[in-house]
Every structure is written in C-alpha cells, then in structure tokens.
C-alpha cells in the first residue's frame, strides 16, 4: 500500500476516506508535464521572435523594419506572419483537442498523454530543423497536436485521481509546470540570444518535457473512472484502492460505477451537453477560458521581451525582464498549490482581479504619458511598469490561470465530461489563437490603450466571480451536480423539479 502523505486542508471536505498517496503524487506530477511542455511553448515563442538571427532566416521585413531609428515603437514588431508563427499552434489545439475528446474516452486518459507526448516530440525536431517558414509552420502545428491531446487529457487525469480535498492543490501542479516551462523558456532564451542559430536550441529544448512525459507515462496509472467507464470494473476497484491507501473505497467505487452506469445511458455526449441541464457547467466552464486569455496575459508572456524591448529596454535586458516575470510567475503559482483547497476557488479569483485591474490600469496610464511613437521611456517609469507587470503576473498565477483549468476539469458529470471539457479546450485555444494572432496589430493601433481593453474585461470577470461562480472546494467530482449546482442561487433554475 502507498504511504500516505500529510497536506493542511480543512476536515470533512469529502464524504469517501482517502489519504494523500505516494501514488497519487507520482502520477500528477508526471502528467503534469504536459503542462510544462505548454508552458514552454508559450515562453519559447515570444523569445526566438525578438533573436535577429531568427528575424533574418524567416522575417526578414520585421527585422528591417525593427531596426529602422525611427520606426513606431508600437509597431516594429506588427508583422501577420510573426502573429502567425505564434498562434498557428493553437488552431491546430483545437482541432486536435476534439480528437483527444474521443481518444481519451474510448482508450484512456493515458494513451490520450502519450499521444500528446509524441506529436511534441516531432513538432520540436521539425521546428530545430527548420530550412524555411513553412517547415517552421508545420512543426508549430504538430506541437499544437500536442498541446491539444495534453490540455485534453491531463487536468481531467489529475482530477479524477486526486481525492476531493486535495482536488485542488494537485490539479494546479499542471498550472505550476506551466508557470516552470515559461521561465525555463525565458531562461534558455537568455543564454542562446546571442549564440549563432541560438534559436535552433531553444526551439529544440521543447523536446526535453515531451520525453520526460513520454517516459514517465509507461508509469502512470490509469484512472479509475476511465477503466471503469471502459468495462474494467476489477482493475478499477484494485487501481482505486491503491490510489486511496485505504480499503474501504466501496463507498466511493459505487458513485463511481452510478457516474459511469448513467453515462452510457447516453449516446452522444455532445448532443446532452446542449440539454438545459449542462447549460450551468457549459457556460460556466467556457466562460471562464474566454476571461482567462481577455486578462491579457498570454500577451504579456508570448511577446514579453518584444514588449519591455518596446519600453525601451534593450533586446538582452528584455530577456531577462522576461526571466523576473516569469520567476514571479512560478512562485505565485506555488501560492495557488496551498491555498487554493483552503480558501476557495472563488476568493482567489476575486481578489486576484482587484489586484490585476490595479496593475493593469496603472500600467496603461504610464505607458499613455511616457511612451510616444519614436522615444525611449525613462529608466525609473520602464522599471515601474516591469514591477506593475510583475504584480499582474503574481495575481493571474494564484487565481485565473490555474483555476481556468481547475474548475472546468471537477464540474463536469461524467456523461458529459470529456465533450464539456474539449469545449473548454477550444475555447481557451481560440481565444488564445486571437489574441495572438491579433496583438501586435492592436498595440500598433491601440497604443497604451491596449491595457485599459483588457483592464475593463477584468472587471467583467470581477462581477461573474462575485455572482455567477459557485464554489467547488471540497466537492466529490461525481457529486456536483447535486452538492453546487442544484443549491446556486442563479444555476439551479436549469434543472427541473425532478433533478434532471
């Protein structure tokens, strides 16, 4: 039997008796590799994008134009095939995170993390191979594959393996591994800058977590939902007690095989998913994706050395602002592992968007008075606003980025668990795929007023936290329909009398 491992939460957060498991441990750190293999991405991007010898390969209109002594300041950088470069990644994430949908129900959440490892590793060697833009492209479009199956697969993985009350603190590993991926990307961004073909390594350097994961998955187990779901009652019932360290899980096998005895009742999960009942999950879920990329802050890590090289800063002390941002990145997101199954979803979200709207508004206004078309801002304001982006980062990394797959991946019922959550997916890939696609341009139209666009959607998000948004800490991930749903005050007019 797995030892157990002690962890502070508050007693009586779940009915079903379950300890903290080496097991368990193992198995979410090592799916959530998936997310560093996210995470690097995100961070690799915006870096090779400022590297002159990787302008001059495939851009080379952007690295005259960068270069010219009085082009705009806000606009050096805006270029459809740089955008392109980015985002490609994202539309190939939607498209493969519905295949992953399927995948992951019919053979597992497991294979569907290996598949996931795989599509990164031949992204990554076509991408350190690249010749030419369409080379570079296709690659981009394979690590999508990946990062479409993994964002799929993973954070339900942790969810349906983590006991209740720890549902929480271990499902924001994947988040955390994000967070870690975008500063060793910065990191190596650093050190190849001013290498000759630098660019080659770091794009390459995406394969090192995709290997880890592709190994570490032959470890794993699968979980106990999915094999019960495929008809793998006894393995279920023996992977389940191995996974709790204790023995008596009857209780908990038994919502288990009700969840997965009502979910082959239905023959299309996608058609049940638009009934009246899944609207509160549905919405909420997708929703949540939408607020997550309109805080702006997969701005601030795709483009951030493009972005403090904006400011003023030159190209090397970019990369390493870039760094700053991303450390404070990973420790806020460790604030998020031990508070968020303390405190709640719902006070994290709510505090982090008083304290991102601050930062966000501040920002907006110094860059307004102090950045013109042709200028360098003054030392003491550039430094302020590398502090502001700081303070945003640490808000966003304790509350909207873990939480946007937190949530989405535990309130869910499992008839519609692997459709609600591919939407949940897409959404995030889609909107990510637009603002990256579309950044660039709006801060060479926008100016400093790109920050007061994404301030206003944060108080948006503010006002659905405080009123629309139940909370989940503590909850069985089979029993929410019945626990938060039904008891909201707003949600629980979609089921009917009979509890449908």
Not at 31 to 37: D, E, R, V
Not at 228 to 257: C, P, S, W
Not at 421 to 442: C, P, R, W, Y
Request: charged letters at 15%.
């Amino acid at each position: 039997m797995a030892p157990a491992v002690s962890f502070n939460v508050e007693a009586g957060a779940s009915d079903f008796p379950a300890k903290l498991t080496k097991q368990v441990l193992v198995c979410s750190i090592i799916a959530a590799f998936g997310g560093l293999m996210f995470g690097y991405d995100i961070g690799i991007s915006g870096g090779v994008t400022s590297m002159d010898d990787f302008l001059i390969k495939f851009f080379p209109a952007v690295y005259e134009k960068k270069h010219r002594v009085k082009e705009d300041n806000y606009c050096k950088y805006d270029n459809e095939y740089l955008q392109l470069f980015t985002s490609s990644l994202y539309l190939a994430a939607i498209v493969s995170s519905f295949g992953a949908s399927f995948t992951s129900k019919k053979f597992g959440r497991k294979i569907t993390i290996q598949a996931a490892s795989v599509f990164f590793v031949l992204g990554a060697i076509l991408n350190t191979a690249a010749n030419d833009l369409a080379m570079l492209i296709v690659g981009r479009l394979l690590l999508g594959a990946g990062v479409g199956f993994g964002n799929q697969a993973v954070p339900l993985f942790i969810s349906e393996i983590a006991p209740a009350r720890y549902r929480g603190g271990l499902n924001i590993c994947f988040q955390l591994l994000i967070t870690i991926g975008i500063l060793c990307a910065n990191v190596i961004n650093y050190g190849t800058s001013n290498m000759q073909n630098g660019w080659r390594i770091s794009l390459g350097g995406a394969a090192v977590p995709a290997l880890i994961l592709l190994v570490g998955s032959f470890i794993i187990s699968e979980t106990p939902t999915s094999l019960i779901e495929r008809g793998k009652r006894e393995k279920g019932l023996e992977v389940l007690r191995q996974i709790r360290g204790v023995d008596n899980v009857e209780k908990e096998y038994e919502a288990i095989l009700h969840a997965t005895e009502m979910a082959s009742q239905v023959n299309n999960s996608f058609k049940n998913l638009i009934q009246r009942s899944s609207r509160p999950q549905l919405v909420t879920s997708s929703i949540l994706q939408v607020f997550q990329q309109f805080t702006g802050i997969n701005v601030i890590m795709f483009y951030a050395p493009v972005l403090f090289q904006t400011i003023g800063f030159g190209s090397d002390a970019a990369l390493l602002s870039a760094v700053v941002t991303g450390s404070v990145n990973v420790l806020s997101t460790l604030v998020a592992n031990f508070t968020v199954d303390r405190f709640g979803r719902r006070f994290l979200l709510i505090e982090a968007a008083v304290q991102m709207l601050i930062a966000q508004t501040i920002v907006g206004i110094i860059l307004a008075k102090y950045l013109k078309a042709s200028n360098s801002m003054p030392d003491n304001y550039a430094i302020a606003v590398v502090i502001l982006i700081c303070v945003f980062v640490s808000g966003f990394a304790w509350s909207w980025g873990p939480l946007g797959w937190l949530i989405p991946s535990e309130i869910f019922p499992l008839e519609t668990r692997n459709a609600g959550f591919f939407i949940a997916v897409s959404t995030n890939m889609l909107f990510t795929f637009l603002i990256a696609q579309a950044f660039l341009t709006m801060l060479c139209h926008m100016r400093a007023g790109i920050f007061f666009f994404f301030a206003a959607w944060i108080i948006v998000m503010f006002l659905y936290a405080i009123f629309f948004l139940p909370e989940t800490k503590g909850v069985p991930i089979d029993e929410m329909n019945e626990r938060v749903w039904k008891k909201h005050w707003f949600w629980k007019r979609f089921f009917d009398q009979d509890g449908k």
